[in-house]
């Protein structure tokens, strides 16, 4: 499991592509040997202009602002390949990355408007869709299980979840919130929701390179938490967890966190004797970055499927650490600026590898995925032969009613 590069003050002061030499993980930059891997594993390769190993000739030869002045970076989708494969150990996603990226937004001539819009949302309602945050709740109304919401219940509760924007406000995300309340309800675990009072968490935001917005919902979202009392939080937002997890304790936000797929998996042999129904799907699982190569839970997702009566899980070519991104993550709210610059849709990319296996489900673990591949399919033409199910909501359409 990879753990979260402490880019707050250690005695050093805050780490900056000045001060990148006094941080072990950031003199490890300079440790590059100018392989290319990087460049030839980015899914963007072609369309970065400086892909990471560019960025360190460029940092090295006193040349960085002409990178910090190219819009070529806003084509990283933050998919983890790079420092995966980086053969030097160099944490680029989560360190060299960031920092480049948030003095590329600083410099950008102009914003592309879906991303603009999406952070104006962000900063105003707490939620990238511009929805009230009187409504974020609102979905737990048509929970078959009772969903408490923390601040009327009034007392401590074992798992605080946190559902994020898009299970809060996409009926597609209420699918797989109303299949965890399901499965909440069928382990006997004592949750609660923030309900109206959660906020965005911000991962997004932060991977676009708008780190100042990103700091603000932290900061929110902590002193929120902190008003009441939980053992743990749990999320089924795969960005929402690798903010939670990663991130949010430099702010002084020190949870035990969770995320849904590897919390239920952790919960199997209480599980499995309740996932009674058959379902006869052939099952293909598509790793999301955020949760295999950045947080290393590759079997934790196919032993909750393969614990369902009557699924039959198969590989696609690239799975596991080789997974292609599904251009959401960094490349949230960009689609419409790559499709102008001619750039192939990661998501189309990845379904059509899912339809090559002959499944009819393509599981996920993130909801943004749930929307991103629906659409795909239906411009692969494959939407009549495969669907697209949360892994939670697989299990909770096995249990016995
Ligand atoms: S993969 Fe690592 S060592 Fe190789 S060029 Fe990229 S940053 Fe340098
Ligand atoms: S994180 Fe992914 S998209 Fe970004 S530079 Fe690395 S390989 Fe490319």
Redesign the pocket.
């Known amino acids: 499991m990879s753990t979260a590069t402490p880019s707050a003050d250690n005695g050093n002061g805050v780490m900056t592509l000045e001060n990148l030499a006094k941080f072990p993980e950031g003199q490890k930059v300079y440790s590059c040997m100018q392989c290319g891997t ?1 460049a030839a ?5 072609d369309d ?1 202009a400086f ?2 190993r560019a960025i360190i000739t460029m940092l090295e030869a006193g040349l960085i602002e002409e990178v910090f002045n190219n819009p070529g970076l806003l ?9 995966a494969k980086c053969p030097r150990g160099i944490k ?2 989560e360190v060299l ?1 960031p920092l480049v990226k948030e003095q590329v937004f600083t410099h950008l001539k102009e914003v592309p408007a879906e991303l603009q819009k999406a952070l104006e949302n962000t900063m105003r309602y707490g939620n990238p869709m511009g929805e009230s945050p009187r409504k974020r709740a609102l979905w737990a109304k048509s929970s078959p299980v009772p969903v408490p919401v923390i601040a009327e219940i009034k007392r401590a509760v074992d798992v605080l979840w946190f559902v994020e924007c898009y299970p809060a406000y996409h009926p597609r995300g209420h699918d797989g919130n109303r299949a965890t309340a399901k499965l909440f309800k069928a382990l006997g675990i004592d949750f609660a929701i923030l309900g109206n009072e959660e906020k965005c968490a911000g991962e997004c935001v932060r991977m676009a390179g708008e780190t100042g917005l990103f700091e603000m919902l932290t900061d929110a979202n902590i002193k929120l938490m902190r008003k009441y009392k939980f053992n743990r939080i749990v999320t089924g937002g795969a960005h929402a967890y690798d903010a939670l997890k990663h991130k949010y304790p430099a702010a002084g936000g020190d949870f035990e966190v969770h995320h849904t797929t590897p919390f239920f998996a952790q919960h199997l042999a209480q599980l499995k004797p309740k996932l009674k129904k058959k379902l006869d799907y052939t099952v293909t699982y598509h790793d999301a970055c955020a949760l295999g190569r950045h947080n290393g839970f590759y079997e934790e997702p196919r032993a909750l499927l393969q614990a369902i009566p009557g699924v039959k899980l198969v590989e696609m070519n690239h799975s596991g650490v080789n997974s292609i ?1 599904c251009g959401g993550g ?1 490349g949230m709210w960009l689609d419409t600026y790559y499709a102008e610059k001619g750039c192939e849709r990661l998501s189309e990319r990845r379904v059509k590898e899912a339809l090559d296996t002959g499944a009819n489900v393509l599981a996920v673990s993130c909801p943004y995925e749930i929307s991103r591949f629906e659409d795909a399919l239906k411009v692969a033409g494959g939407e009549k032969r495969m669907v697209v199910r949360d892994v939670v909501e697989l299990l909770a359409e096995a249990l016995e009613d």
């Open positions: 990087c594993t980015c899914p963007y390769g970065l892909p990471p084509n990283c989708v933050t998919c983890y390949a790079c420092m680029l996603t990355l991104c960094g």
